[in-house]
């Protein structure tokens, strides 16, 4: 789909939905072109290649992406998905509702870069694949090609994660004594997340696991050893921030 035929209309254009429009591929953007948008959403498309989410590197003003529910990212965890998008398109500071802060930007394009060490022997051969590749080696550092080291700069995203559980349980429950606290509840998933995380964007994620709107969610930190129970009340704080490690639980209560 050629998004620059709108520019002779739309040349000052900030904001642009596309959303559910049965998009199946974009092609490059010339350069100069919707030097201004800012927001684009292509959610609920049929955009299966790659190169579709290359292409979107060629606005330069593009900030906010809402991107999910396309067959390019059915297969991937969330945060394999977030490395894809934050490592192909620059400039990105909200993916899907999610705000990244540095921290998540730098973990994300650094995994990226090992993605793309699967896909050749050379740099000179990635990048033909990887548009942004060299850019972002000249950002982190080269990583090693044919090589399955974890030294260097572009540790894997899978190092940075920790499982933590999401479990939705009543205040009473939290302030019990471990050794009598209730079990999880059938409402408990659990997730690999960064320690970056920021807690506003938890509960986002909350928000869309147990349909329970952000602003009515309280949420504990539960950790055994040792035991404490502590509430995470500043949304814009990480979980580094609270010492969470993995393997803890974090409780939802649900406000009155």
Known sequence: ?????????????????????????????????FKKLEYLRLDDNKI???????????????????????????????????????????????V???TLTPHERNDYERYYLTLCTKDGTT???????????????????????GSTTKEGPAMTLKDRLMSIKFCVRTLDEVEHPLASRPPATPQMVEKRVLATAKIRNLKHMIQKLFTIPAGRQR??????????????????????????????????????
């Open 96 to 98: 899907d509702g999610n």
């Open 1 to 33: 789909m050629f998004l620059s035929a709108l520019v002779c209309f739309f040349f000052s254009l900030e904001t642009l939905y596309l959303n559910g429009n049965s998009i199946s591929s974009i092609s490059p953007i010339p350069q100069g072109t």
């Open 48 to 94: 299966c290649e790659w190169s579709s989410i290359d292409a979107l590197n060629g606005f330069p003003a593009l900030r906010r992406l809402r991107i999910k529910g396309n067959p390019v990212l059915a297969e991937l965890a969330g945060e394999l998905a977030s490395s894809h998008i934050v490592g192909r398109i620059k400039g990105l500071t909200v």
């Open 219 to 256: 949420l504990f930190l539960l950790q055994d050893s040792p035991q404490r129970v502590l509430e995470l009340v500043d949304d814009l704080r990480d979980l580094h921030f609270y010492g969470a490690a993995a393997g803890d639980e974090i409780a939802v209560v649900i406000k009155d």
């Open 123 to 145: 740099h000179d051969a990635i990048a033909c694949i990887h548009p942004r590749y060299k850019e972002l080696c000249q950002i982190h550092g080269e990583p090693s090609v």
